[in-house]
């Protein structure tokens, strides 16, 4: 129990350090939607502890295992209800895999800011003083820094 609580507090000043908390797609209100509406989690966690309470009668203790594997299986292999169209557990998890390699090539092109533009980036906004002029990446690591030297070819070097 107090890994659970540890978890939720990190949850909790991870959201709010981030400032994600409230709004339409904030913690809050994906919270309060897993547990309103229609098809909320609150009919699964009913059945699961049915299924748990029939598990207590020794007779019944097989049928109840039986029956927790079977909402198991369902879990993974529903297509849930999702407005924006997503499909189970494994048409998200391979949409997921798909999206963090076109996100790291994003990610990995620095956008050079205009003039007073404000830069954000880890959390933190930096707005540069009025009046100071936007450099380019090479201006920043100075003339040289892009051109590097050639280096000889692996055959070159057994010759």
Known sequence: MPFALLIIGLVLLIASVRNTTSGPTGLFALVQGEF????????????????????????????????????????????????????????????????????????????????????????LTFTPPAGTPAISQSQAMGAGALNLPSLPSLSNLIQ
């Open 36 to 123: 309103t509406g229609p098809n909320n989690f609150l009919y699964w966690m009913t059945a699961i502890l049915v299924i748990g309470f029939v598990g207590y009668i020794p007779k019944l203790k097989p049928l109840s295992t039986a029956f927790l594997g079977l909402v198991v299986v369902v879990l993974f292999l529903s297509k849930g209800v999702i407005p924006g169209g997503a499909g189970g557990f494994f048409q998200q998890f391979t949409a997921g895999l798909a999206t963090t390699n076109s996100q790291t090539a994003a990610a990995a092109t620095p956008a050079t800011p205009a003039t007073g533009a404000p830069t954000t980036g880890g959390g």
